[in-house]
């Protein structure tokens, strides 16, 4: 059975992690699968990408009976782990054009929560938890946990969130702004489809733009991000999207955005 489901229909990727069995957890064969998907062309022609698990849980992280060594065994390179999978899946996420939802069905644990988080958009259900038990094991945050936390939930609350390792509801997590939107359950795919249908039929370039420039404002001044607006403002302004969008709002219509 594959690890991975992927689907494409009307410019909406799905990918859903598809090892209910063991909460989704990832182990060798998922850590391929994913990384192939991801790679794959049809989700580049996509416009909108969800990402969400089979079952009832998003992610519960790495398949720690992948990390059981015998005795006088040497330990397992974890260093190597996260660079040859974790870095690069994190990383090919965020560098993904088109916007990303992630919809979070239940737990999502380690580095699962924080796959999630590397997502543009969050939506959890109800009944969803975002823990981080890496000091449980032994270990800190890894797959962005340690660059995502502290940005979205704030310093005291990323601190509490890795020292402690306890467990933070849905609900907590749309109010602390960990997350986008926090839904019934019953309602969360239906929710985040609606989302996806709107971003595909959306301004492509313009998504585009809008994650290029607000992922480069932590790293600028505010001259440098003014001059980044300047740049991208003058760009989109010679797009067709944009000559579109502004006759369709002079002719009270819907756009009708083709991406160039």
Same mark, same amino acid.
């Given at each position: 059975m594959s690890t991975i489901l992927f689907q494409l %229909?009307?410019?909406i990727a799905r990918i859903t992690l598809n090892r209910p069995e063991r &909460?989704?957890?990832i182990d060798t064969a998922?850590?391929?699968?994913l990384m192939q998907v991801l790679r794959d062309s049809r989700v580049q022609e996509a416009r909108a990408l969800i990402l969400t698990g089979a079952g009832r849980a998003f992610c519960t992280g790495q398949d720690l009976a992948e990390r059981v060594t015998p005795p006088g065994a040497p330990p397992p390179d974890l260093g190597e782990s996260i660079e040859s999978f974790y870095k690069p899946l994190v990383l090919g996420l965020s560098a993904l054009s088109i916007p990303v939802i992630a919809a979070v069905n239940g737990a999502a644990v380690g580095a699962g929560a924080n796959l999630a988080l590397a997502c543009d958009i969050v939506i959890a259900a109800r009944s969803a938890a975002f823990i981080q038990p890496f000091? %449980? &094991?032994?270990l800190a945050p890894d797959a962005g946990g340690s660059y995502f936390l502290p940005r979205l939930a704030g310093a005291a609350r990323a601190m509490g969130l890795a020292l402690t390792g306890d467990t933070l509801g849905a609900e907590k997590a749309e109010a602390w702004g960990l997350i986008w939107k926090c839904v019934d359950d019953d309602r969360l795919m239906a929710e985040t489809e609606a989302l996806a249908a709107r971003f595909a039929a959306g301004p492509p370039l313009a998504y585009a733009?809008? /994650?290029r420039t607000l992922h480069a404002s932590p790293h600028n001044t505010l001259g440098q991000q003014l001059d &980044? !607006? *300047? $740049?991208?403002?003058? !760009? &989109?302004? *010679?797009?067709? $999207?944009?000559r579109e969008g502004v006759t369709a709002f002079m002719e009270k219509r #819907? #756009?009708?955005? /083709?991406? /160039?």
């Open positions: %229909r009307e410019g &909460l989704n957890s998922m850590r391929g699968e000091c %449980r &094991l032994g733009a809008i /994650k &980044l !607006e *300047r $740049d991208t403002q003058a !760009e &989109l302004g *010679r797009s067709e $999207d944009y #819907p #756009p009708a955005f /083709k991406g /160039k």
